[in-house]
């Protein structure tokens, strides 16, 4: 049965049950002729049959059985089995036994991120160790790994049993929460919350209601007040059996009010809404419980949009009708009941409905004719009907994705309207690679297809809608002006230039915007903040380090697995000469009727954009980003550590997930992402320095990355710490080059719109910065050129890390080198007219040329940087001959390219 949990962000790993040897496998035989034949096993064997689950343990499975020895049956209080062998007692018996028995096959080596498991009875079991033991709820396991062919059998000394009581008797026995309980009966809900359930109940204590203003449950217990005292209990109460792992993961939930609860993680501390969860994870019979600090009020009932428009229709309806018929003066009654029920709500009506109702109702009132009355009555009511305003105008840009995302906290279907757009200009304030623009649109597309199908009101703008207006700012305002909301709700959108648009653009229509917080992410501004406080330096390493501890990820008792934070000397290598060996293509996507229309639109509309879309076949929906994750863990991520800084001809994805762009469109969680990838380390599917290092990218580069974007922008973007103000050259829109390697990495780049880390940052971003082209033009190219491109990420990788433009704050130095590595790392020089070993002569590499001309021109720059120490002595073993013919062949270079740039 599961207890209290104080604490809910604590970390949920254990170690693995290991506190007997397994046997060895018995796989021959089921579940239940196993245990018969081990011969420890009869009473339970007993209890199956009597129970009737004997057929369903033969069955396929896979089940994992907790399975209690005879001896442990015998440990039971004197007659305990005779009775629930009892024929009258097969349901209670049912539910003792499906509690030892949990869904698929778990190794006692599997179970190491688990704190409990769901067991087919519905309850969750407690799985512990304490001193090398291991205990489910107070039973120690004796026995592991007893194989099957439809399962495991893990032995326990002591019968395990679920909780008896059902959810008000629960709370009834903790004390601690008599005010709830007398609500729940002053409202007629004990019998509903005493049924079958199951129900999930956010539990206030006793202090949670005396914080509450004084007088208030008191008047809340009056039976006038019965119906609002029952919306707000029901606002408490979730359908299901949701525990508190689940619950976070979910981000929120629909209560029986009808109205959504949020469910977050801030500053170590788990809340619903703005109460904090004391206590979770209480079984009860039917249902669970998780306690909380403060009572959760419903959002306030407007008048909605639908509901003022329908009251109107119905009104006008009926009173034609009667007016038609020659009763007038009914005529009249029915509209001015009608203007005086809707003027009842008082401000939650615009302003100008309210005046145009008024005035209609003076008007009528000092009338004697009811011809003239239904008249004046039915223009107010005209003027009311398209005019009601609704509640949020919710916002969702093209990278925000998630029906879990803070946007759709307390959403009302009835009250509430999702506004998405396509603008061009999005397009073409950088000149935007056509399958940047696609993947964008049919990902939106769906997206709003989803949200229609789940009866969601959109109001969505296609680009070749007649009218478009092709800006966020205009398509706002025509927005604002159609639906009157009371205000915008915007999940802070990923690039700084956007989120003062909206700003500035919601002050200038005279409408609240409710910005809020982007929790797809592991950490918050203020946990970035944190760590940065009092750094004179900030090092993505331990940040790094930090999240891993926050999250408890690939640690165990405090320290990292393995001994060591990160496996980067074993992820270095390169191929052999024979190349990659044979793998699984990544699944593909093939573009649905919808992705095809959004291609069709992108190669009319944007025909002069760089860039093809013969390829295009990216996951464009959560499914699809699920599906591709899973193709991941399974076929590439085993290879991805060794090889992940590998290179090869013809060979765009290797080893690489192809997920970035799926997670920053938000159709994938990056929760998700490294749970998967820790759990293949957990099950050996792929191995330490592979999981390891894919989780560094997400948890450690992703979010480091963002965290420098939004501590330093907007003055980030102006950086440029080596003064470089040297033009792109042509060919990085062309692929046009003698330099295989670019010519490969940027040929890539624009048939797929996909080039992995390595060949961002040390071929077309090493190139550029040994150049020294001005770090906005090389950011403004990569914002432009990559499907996966959102400027909070693609900024600090480019001006930072890429371009050193920022001096230091994303990289501890440029990462800067000949020819020689990209050589080491691929196979691009084979074949090459150029020598990455010669800085000089008509055959000497463009890179290696000027990898010596870019420290010779910083090398007083650089000198203090203890990390660049040696590569500035390489420089003094030159001669002064040598360094001028270097000087003279970079000069070559870059007059050549400054001509076609």
Not at 166 to 189: C, D, H, Y
Not at 453 to 475: I, K, M, N, T
Not at 769 to 782: I, M, Q, R, S, T
Request: glycine content about 6%; aromatic content about 8%; proline content about 5%.
């Amino acid at each position: 049965m599961r207890k209290l949990s104080l604490n809910l962000i604590a970390p949920l790993a254990i170690a693995a049950l290991i506190a007997a040897q397994p046997s060895k496998s018995m796989a021959a035989d089921d579940i239940v002729d196993t245990a018969v034949n081990a011969g420890s096993f009869k009473t339970l064997a007993a209890a199956l049959e009597a129970a009737g689950l004997v057929d369903a343990l033969k069955g396929e499975g896979p089940f994992t059985v907790f399975a209690p020895t005879d001896e442990a049956f015998a440990n039971l209080p004197e007659g305990t089995v005779e009775t629930l062998l009892k024929p009258e007692n097969k349901d209670q018996l049912t539910g003792i036994l499906t509690y030892h028995v949990v869904p698929g096959k778990v190794m006692a080596a599997q179970v190491v991120d688990l704190s409990g498991a769901t067991t087919l009875n519905g309850q969750r079991v407690d799985i512990k160790v304490n001193d090398g033991s291991v205990s489910v709820d107070d039973a120690s396991v004796v026995k592991t790994d007893i194989e099957c062919s439809n399962g495991v059998i893990h032995v326990i000394d002591s019968v395990i049993l679920p909780a008896s009581d059902n959810i008000p008797t629960t709370a009834e026995k903790a004390g601690s929460f008599s005010t709830l309980l007398a609500a729940v009966n002053a409202a007629g809900l004990a019998e509903a919350l005493s049924g079958e359930g199951p129900f999930t109940v956010f539990a206030p204590t006793d202090d949670a209601f005396a914080a509450l203003p004084e007088g208030t449950v008191e008047t809340l217990l009056k039976p006038e007040n019965k119906e609002k005292l029952a919306a707000i209990l029901k606002y408490h109460v979730v359908p299901g059996r949701v525990y508190s792992t689940d619950a976070l993961k979910a981000k929120k939930a629909e209560t029986l009010q009808g109205a959504n609860i949020s469910i977050s993680a801030k500053g170590g501390k788990a809340m619903v809404n703005k109460a904090g969860l004391v206590a979770t994870d209480i079984d009860a019979s039917n249902g669970v419980i998780h306690v909380i600090d403060a009572v959760l009020l419903p959002p306030e009932k407007k008048l909605g949009s639908t509901e003022a428009q329908q009251m109107i229709h119905d009104a006008v309806a009926k009173g034609s009708k009667l007016y038609n018929e020659g009763h007038h003066a009914r005529c009249a009654d029915v509209y001015m009941s009608t203007a005086r029920k809707m003027m009842s709500y008082g401000d939650q009506l615009p302003e100008n409905i309210t005046h145009s109702l008024s005035s209609a109702v003076s008007q009528a009132e000092g009338m004697h004719c009811p011809i003239k009355q239904s008249w004046t009555l039915r223009e107010g009511l005209d003027q009311a009907y398209y005019p009601v305003s609704i509640r949020n105008l919710v916002a969702v840009l093209g990278d925000q994705l998630d029906l879990n995302s803070a946007a759709f906290d307390d959403f009302s279907k009835e009250d509430d309207v999702v506004w998405m757009v396509e603008v061009k200009d999005e397009a073409t304030h950088v000149w935007t690679h056509k399958v940047r623009i696609a993947m964008f649109l049919a990902a939106m597309r769906h997206f709003r297809d989803d949200l229609l199908a789940r009866e969601y009101r959109v109001d969505y703008r296609q680009l070749d809608d007649p009218g478009c207006q092709g800006d966020f700012a205009s398509e706002l305002g025509v927005a604002v002006r159609k639906h009157r909301p009371e205000k915008i709700v915007l999940v802070e959108p990923g690039e700084w230039r956007v989120r003062e648009l909206f700003q500035e653009t919601a002050k200038e229509l005279d409408v609240d915007l409710d910005m809020r917080p982007d929790r797809h992410f592991f950490a918050t501004h203020e946990m970035f903040e944190e760590h940065a406080s009092g750094r004179k330096q900030l090092r993505q390493e331990y940040f790094y380090r930090e999240m891993r501890r926050e999250f408890d990820i690939l640690m165990k008792d405090g320290e990292p697995l393995g001994g060591k934070w990160n496996f980067d000397s074993e992820n270095r290598k390169s191929f052999s000469k024979e190349g990659p060996e044979e793998r699984p293509n990544p699944k593909r996507f093939s573009p649905d009727a919808t992705t095809k229309e959004v291609l069709e639109l992108v190669e009319k509309r944007f025909t002069d954009h760089p860039g093809k879309l013969e390829h295009f076949d990216w996951p464009v929906t959560p499914k699809q980003a699920k599906q591709a994750l899973d193709d991941f863990i399974e076929h590439r991520l085993p290879e991805f550590g060794t090889y992940q800084d590998a290179l090869w001809t013809d060979e765009p994805y290797l080893y690489h997930s192809r997920l970035s762009a799926a997670m920053n469109l938000k159709l994938l969680d990056p929760r998700d992402v490294v749970d998967a990838a820790e759990k293949a380390y957990h099950t050996k599917q792929a191995p330490l320095n592979a999981v390891e290092g894919f989780i560094r990218q997400v948890l450690g580069w992703r979010e480091y990355v963002r965290g420098v974007y939004w501590k330093f922008m907007p003055k980030y973007l102006e950086r440029n710490s080596l003064k470089a103000k040297a033009s792109l050259p042509k060919f990085y829109w062309t692929a046009d080059t003698e330099m295989n390697c670019l010519q490969q990495c940027i040929g890539q780049t624009l048939d797929y719109g996909y080039a992995h880390h390595i060949q961002r940052l040390m071929v077309t971003g090493l190139f550029a910065l040994l150049l020294g082209v001005d770090p906005k033009a090389v950011h403004e190219w990569y914002l432009a050129v990559y499907l996966d491109a959102v400027e909070w990420v693609e900024l600090p990788n480019t001006l930072g890390m890429s371009q050193f433009a920022d001096g230091g704050i994303m990289a501890s130095k440029p990462y800067v080198a000949t020819g020689k590595y990209i050589k080491r790392m691929s196979n691009y020089c084979d074949g090459c007219r150029y020598d990455p070993e010669k800085a000089t002569g008509e055959d000497a590499c463009p890179f290696t040329t000027l990898y010596w001309d870019f420290l010779m021109r910083h090398e007083k720059f650089l000198s203090d940087n203890q990390r660049m120490g040696l590569q500035l002595k390489n420089i003094e073993r030159k001669s002064e001959q040598e360094r001028r013919e270097i000087k003279s062949q970079a000069k070559r270079i870059k007059s050549h390219l400054s001509a076609n740039a």
